[in-house]
């Protein structure tokens, strides 16, 4: 079974709420910077270094946006916050018998970080990030590499994600089956093979 991480074994929307919290405090943000930051963000696919200029601009902030992107970069994901239940799944498709994967996008440093955080490297058999192995989701060739580094073959594998794109479309375009996890975007035309309420829905799948 393969998973995505952000948004889905990662709560990065928890994540991110509790590094805005210090993140307004340290630069004496206004009050409503912090919406306006997840607005911007989209769940973690809008580049920081397009959103920080943005904020700079529409507040007026005195800040520089170099300042705000490094708060980032050095705070917020120091303590990542795990999806509810994650570790309780893992452990129970560890039991039985099941081999498990991550595949991410994201740069190595930050998402290595994360899976630190979150005890999650040691939990699974296989990590793959796609600044790493210079593929990004949604482009099968990283699925069809998560699936021969865990030698399973398509037809027998789970993809379970939060992203239409990324974890449904793009994994069943490979020919895994797709489980939707609705921590972000909501489907816009995708249809998922399965769609859970929280992780522990993937017991029934496994």
Request: glycine share 8%; hydrophobic share 45%.
């Amino acid at each position: 079974m393969l998973f995505d991480l952000d948004g889905t074994l990662h709560d990065r929307n928890a994540t991110i709420f509790e590094w805005l919290k210090g993140h307004t405090q340290r630069f004496a943000l206004p009050a409503a910077y912090a919406a306006r930051f997840l607005k911007l963000d989209d769940f973690g696919y809008r580049p920081k270094s397009e959103v920080m200029p943005l904020l700079v601009r529409e507040f007026g902030l005195a800040h520089p946006a170099q300042a705000l992107l490094d708060d980032f970069s050095d705070h917020a994901f120091g303590q990542p916050v795990p999806m509810p239940h994650a570790h309780a799944v893992l452990a129970a498709l560890r039991q039985r018998g099941f081999l498990l994967g991550i595949v991410t996008n994201g740069w190595e440093v930050p998402q290595r970080q994360t899976l630190q955080g979150l005890d999650l490297t040691r939990r699974v058999d296989d990590v793959v990030i796609s600044k790493a192995v210079g593929l990004s989701k949604p482009d099968p060739a990283i699925y069809r590499l998560a699936l021969e580094r865990l030698g399973v073959d398509a037809a027998d594998v789970w993809f379970v994600g939060d992203s239409p794109r990324n974890d449904i479309a793009g994994p069943q375009a490979v020919g895994m089956r797709a489980a939707f996890l609705c921590t972000g975007h909501a489907l816009a035309g995708e249809r998922p093979d399965a769609v859970l309420g929280d992780l522990r829905d993937v017991l029934v799948l496994a």
